[in-house]
Nanobody
Framework: QVQLVESGGGLVQAGGSLRLSCAAS????????MGWFRQDPGKEREFVAA????????YYADTVKGRFTISRDNAKNTVYLEMNSLKPEDTAIYYC?????????????????WGQGTQVTVSS
C-alpha cells in the first residue's frame, strides 16, 4: 500500500513558476514508477510527466515539454514537478500517481495509487 500526498499548488501569474511535491509512504517507493496528471473541471484527466524508478527515464506531454521537469528523491520518498513559464491553460488540479511497473508510464490505468491532488491556478 502506498499513500501519496501532494503539496505546492497555488495561484501564480502567467510566466511564473511553482514546484509541486508528492510525498509517499511505504518503504517500497523506490520500486514504483511515478507520474503527474492534471484535470480541469469538465475536462478529461491529462498526462503531464512520468519518471521511472531510479529517475533514469523521464517522459513529458508535448504541452509541457521544455517547461516542466519531473524528478524524484528515493531517500525522501518524494517526487517533484518543477513548473516554469506557466500559462493559464496549465490551470488544473494536479495529481501524482504510483505504479509498480518498469519504465515510464503515460496511461493512468497503469497506476495503482493516486494522491488527492493540489490546485494550480495560473492567472493571465
Amino acid at each position: 500500500q502506498v499513500q501519496l500526498v501532494e503539496s505546492g499548488g497555488g495561484l501564480v501569474q502567467a510566466g511564473g513558476s511553482l514546484r509541486l511535491s508528492c510525498a509517499a509512504s511505504g518503504r517500497t517507493f523506490r520500486m514504483y514508477s511515478m507520474g503527474w496528471f492534471r484535470q480541469d473541471p469538465g475536462k478529461e484527466r491529462e498526462f503531464v510527466a512520468a519518471i521511472n524508478w531510479n529517475g533514469g527515464s523521464r517522459y513529458y506531454a508535448d504541452t509541457v515539454k521544455g517547461r516542466f521537469t519531473i524528478s524524484r528523491d528515493n531517500a525522501k520518498n518524494t517526487v517533484y514537478l518543477e513548473m516554469n513559464s506557466l500559462k493559464p491553460e496549465d490551470t488544473a488540479i494536479y495529481y501524482c500517481a504510483a505504479g509498480p511497473v518498469a519504465g515510464v508510464v503515460t496511461t493512468g490505468g497503469q497506476y495503482d495509487y493516486w494522491g488527492q491532488g493540489t490546485q494550480v491556478t495560473v492567472s493571465s
